[in-house]
């Protein structure tokens, strides 16, 4: 049975009391669960990490943090932004070159392989956004994940196989291990993925953002068929 990477991002989504309310509804089922060969990690707003960090302490959740971007420039006078060494205070992840941070804020391969750098130096993981097999991923990245643009909140996915060939074209070109798919991903949908060859895992968003629909998801990811 492979190893599978289930992560979800809570993009600009939830204040606190939203979160503590999320959690409350995940930690039972997920507590009760036999998680084999999956990691899940969450990558919430900056917002959220010191409550879920503590939190994932203090009840010994089986889920590892993730934030969704890091600046492109150390600790110092940059207005704004959030340091890979204030996020590595928190979390074990950071996401990077998101589509929406390319499409809403400009961000260029160039400055993300700043992004990549900065991070690996704090000791973060990452995981890489990309929209095809076309696109180059930085040296040092950890985890790519394939999330076609058009696929991202629309309800429509790329077909499993074709998911499974992009993939499978990154790896040979970026010599990452681990890649996933990413793009209206849901409890429904979600084995047809896991079941292909070169897929290791999903990046959901709109899934994850309820706690019974992201628990079902991981089981329904986490159950051979
Ligand atoms: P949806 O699962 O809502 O389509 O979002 C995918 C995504 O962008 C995850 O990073």
Redesign the pocket.
């Known amino acids: 049975m492979k190893s599978l990477f289930i992560a979800g991002?809570w993009k600009s989504n939830k204040t606190i009391t939203e979160a503590m309310e999320w959690l409350r509804n995940f930690q039972f089922p997920i507590s009760n669960f036999q998680l084999k060969n999956t990691s899940i990690i969450l990558c919430v707003p900056f917002t959220l990490l010191q409550i879920f960090k503590e939190q994932i302490k203090e009840s010994g959740l089986p889920i590892a943090l993730g934030a969704q971007d890091v600046s492109p420039f150390p600790e110092g006078a940059y207005t704004g932004e959030v340091s890979a060494r204030q996020i590595q205070e928190f979390a074990d992840w950071v996401i990077i070159g998101?589509s929406e941070r390319r499409k809403y804020f400009g961000e260029t391969d160039t400055l993300l392989k700043e992004k990549v750098l900065h991070a690996k130096e704090m000791g973060l993981k990452t995981i890489y956004?990309v929209p095809d097999e076309t696109t180059i991923v930085p040296a040092g990245v950890d985890v790519v994940?394939y999330?076609p643009v058009w696929?991202?909140?629309t309800g429509k996915t790329d077909t499993p196989q074709h998911a499974s060939h992009v993939t499978s074209v990154i790896k040979q070109k970026s010599s990452v291990a681990t890649v996933i798919y990413?793009?209206?991903?849901t409890p429904d949908n979600v084995a047809a993925f896991i079941a292909q060859p070169f897929i290791d895992g999903v990046?959901?968003?709109?899934?994850s953002l309820d706690p019974q629909t992201f628990f079902k998801l991981i089981v329904v990811a986490s159950s051979p068929s």
């Open positions: 991002n998101h956004c994940a999330e696929a991202i909140g990413g793009g209206s991903v990046l959901a968003g709109g899934a």
